[in-house]
């Protein structure tokens, strides 16, 4: 059973119109007397536990850049047979456990920093690339966009 120290209470408005009740009088204080406080008895009060916080939450985001260094954005490459080689820039290295996945317009076309593509169509392709780990939790993407220039049949 808890008890409180003060039976007495007093009720204060400020200039904002908000209540405020307080223990301490003051000048426009009207006193409250609470003649028994109401209480209720816990048999089982909840024990509160702390969830340690994992790992990946302590960390700052491992990668700091992830780029396509070829083809640049906006680049235009002029392949008549359709030969295209994508590399892709990660730093710091990758981990262990992490692997990169490249896709040209939304399918997968390889994994790793480096692939090589022939008979691309022409036009123009997007190319995404991600960082996955391994529970294939995406960690750091990146896009790029080029054209393909290739002579006509």
Not at 27 to 40: M, V
Not at 119 to 142: C, E, F, P, Q, Y
């Amino acid at each position: 059973m808890c008890l409180l120290g003060a039976e007495t209470i007093y009720k204060t408005v400020d200039e904002n119109g908000n209540i405020i009740f307080t223990d301490k009088p003051s000048e426009d204080a009207e006193e409250i007397k609470i003649e028994k406080l109401q209480t209720i008895d816990n048999p089982n009060p909840a024990k509160f536990k702390p969830t340690p916080k994992t790992s990946e939450e302590d960390k700052s985001p491992i990668y700091k850049t992830f780029v396509v260094t070829s083809p640049e954005n906006g680049a235009g490459i002029r392949s008549n047979i359709g030969n295209v080689n994508i590399s892709l820039s990660l730093e710091p290295a990758l981990s262990a456990g992490h692997k990169m996945i490249i896709s040209m317009d939304g399918k997968e076309v390889g994994t790793g920093s480096r692939v090589s593509l022939q008979n691309v169509d022409r036009g123009t392709h997007t190319i995404s690339a991600k960082v996955v780990d391994g529970d294939a939790k995406t960690l750091i993407s990146t896009t790029s966009t080029f054209s393909l220039l290739r002579a006509s049949k």
